[in-house]
Nanobody, 124 residues
Framework: QVQLVESGGGLVQAGGSLRLSCSAS????????MGWFRQAPGKEREFVAG????????YYEESVKGRFTISRDNTKNTLYLQMNSLKPEDTAVYYC?????????????????WGQGTQVTVSS
């Protein structure tokens, strides 16, 4: 199994940037497809971005395309989410998640391992 710890959240003004990190420990990080999800108050958890095991394939939710970039460094066992041009509607708790295998799924139920989440708040 793998343990995941997110960091990098915080308070930022609209138009600003944040970089989230997800540090993994335990089983080989490169064994997992990874995803970022977010959950705003009163809303369901939603897919934000995903990346294949090698990093060669990435996927984004429509509203973040062109603003967010997912990446991974398998030598450092770390997943990243670079968030630019942030909007108030990006405010949420952001979670990283891992699933065995190479396929990225948009449905959170496919992911077995989750971090504790990091709060991102974007002020207008």
């Amino acid at each position: 199994q793998v343990q995941l710890v997110e960091s990098g959240g915080g308070l930022v003004q609209a138009g600003g940037s944040l970089r989230l990190s997800c540090s993994a420990s335990g089983r080989t990080f490169s064994s997992y497809a990874m995803g970022w999800f977010r959950q705003a108050p009163g809303k369901e958890r939603e897919f934000v971005a995903g990346i294949s095991r090698s990093g060669g394939n990435t996927y984004y939710e429509e509203s973040v395309k062109g603003r967010f970039t997912i990446s991974r460094d398998n030598t450092k066992n770390t997943l990243y989410l670079q968030m630019n041009s942030l909007k108030p509607e990006d405010t949420a708790v952001y979670y990283c998640a891992a699933r065995d295998g190479s396929t990225v799924f948009l449905d959170s139920s496919w992911y077995r391992y989750w971090g504790q989440g990091t709060q991102v708040t974007v002020s207008s």
